[in-house]
Each structure stands twice: as C-alpha cells, then as structure tokens.
C-alpha cells in the first residue's frame, strides 16, 4: 500500500551542487507534479506531467529540470543547487482527466543547501 | 491565473471549540475547489472538495465547508475540534477543464489545539 514514494526525505548540498529526487507511483495514475512548499507560502507547482511522454512548466520552474521516466516515476533534477532551493519538496500523483480528481501526495523530501 | 488567500496564518482553539477557516479566491473562470490536512512531517491529505451541486460539502473527520460563489469563498468548518486536529490545513482550486489540471494553494492556516 506505498501510493507515492520519495526518495530521498532528507538531503544537504552545497551551492552548485547537483542531485535527483526521485518520485515512483503505484496507482497506475496518468498525472504527476513536483511542488515545493515554502513557510507562508503554500505549494507551489515547480513542473508537472500530464501523461507520460510530456511535461509542463508550472510556476517556480527555474533552475529545475525533470523527467517522466515512464508512467510511474517522475524525477525532478537540481542542476547547480542554490540557497533559494531549500525547501521541502513533494510529489504528487493523479488519475488524470477532469480536475475533480484528489492528489496524492508523498511524505517530502527536505532539501538544505548550504 | 488563479490566487487563493488564506487570511489566517495561525488559529489557536481550545479542545472542543469550534473553528473556522477562512479562504478567498479569485479565479476568471469557474473553479473545483479543495481543502487539503497536512499532519506534522507528512505529505498532504484530501479532506473535502467542491464540484458542483450543494455547496455544503461533508468530508472526513467531521469537517464541513460551504462554497460562496459570490463572496468567493470556501471557508471550512468543524464545531468541536479535538488534540488530532492539529495540524497545517490547506485551501485550493483547479480550473474546470484547465491542461494539466493544476492545482494553485493558499498560503495555509496552522491550527493548534490546545487541551
């Protein structure tokens, strides 16, 4: 019963430093985002894939990139880490559609960046 | 674009009190709406949603939420809350019919119960 699983939960870097976060679902579900959440600030969508083989640009996209690796997993890659990036991040999945569909979400990975 | 304010950050209560949680939106087109729990160093859960239809909407753990179209709002309600409640309570909305079905999130109210 893992629904959505993130790896890893916690994580320091040093500026300029690269790494992965990794996101597999097991709802067989069409939709995935990255979001980042902020004190005060709520989530916010970094990048999002509708379907597998496509992703979107959401509204903190800079200095991200991600990959739809296949229907299940969904990474999100920090090329040069910066301060700003510290956050915890959270994925989420969706059955896809109509927008009347709940996300699931994973348990967060926290990222410093010294 | 869509923008969701919550205009409370912090809601201290007592145990057994009721509370509210105040949320406004501001959307050009016509909205689902969402209020999302999010427990102490866990992910976030659904707690209720609007589609259409009455706008009293039930969901778990006994909380309630009424949909105001022309005040834009979707406050969310609970009239005796209990130590488990606390917690980081999100509001959200998804454009009808919007590509990738985006959710766009308030800023969130933490709520702690106090014995």
């Known amino acids: 019963n893992a629904g959505v699983t993130q790896t890893p939960k916690f994580q320091v870097l040093k500026t300029g430093q690269s790494m992965t976060l990794q996101c597999a679902q097991d709802m067989n579900h069409n939709s995935m985002y990255w979001y980042r959440q902020d004190p005060g600030m709520g989530l916010r969508l970094i990048y999002y894939?509708?379907?597998?083989?496509?992703?979107d640009k959401g509204e903190v996209p800079n200095g991200y990139n991600v990959s739809r690796l296949n229907k299940r997993e969904f990474s999100l890659r920090l090329e040069s880490a910066a301060p700003s990036q510290t956050s915890v991040y959270f994925c989420?999945?969706?059955?896809?559609?109509?927008?009347?569909?709940?996300?699931?979400f994973g348990e967060g990975s926290r990222l410093t960046v010294l | 674009a869509q923008s969701v304010t919550q205009l409370d950050s912090q809601v201290p209560v007592f145990e057994e009190a009721p509370v509210e949680l105040r949320c406004n939106y501001s959307s050009s087109v016509s909205v689902y709406l969402f209020w999302y729990v999010q427990y102490p160093n866990q992910g976030l859960q659904l707690l209720l949603k609007y589609l259409s239809g009455s706008t009293l909407v039930k969901g778990i753990n006994g909380f309630e939420a009424e949909f105001n179209k022309s005040q834009t709002s979707f406050h969310l309600r609970k009239p005796s809350v209990h130590i488990s409640d606390t917690a980081e309570y999100f509001c959200?909305?998804?454009?009808?019919?919007?590509?990738?079905?985006?959710?766009?999130f308030g800023g969130g109210t933490r709520v702690l119960v106090k014995p």
């Open positions: 989420a999945s969706r059955a896809g559609g109509e927008g009347t569909g709940e996300l699931f």
């Open positions: 959200a909305v998804c454009p009808l019919r919007a590509a990738g079905n985006k959710l766009t």
């Open positions: 894939s509708a379907s597998e083989g496509t992703t």
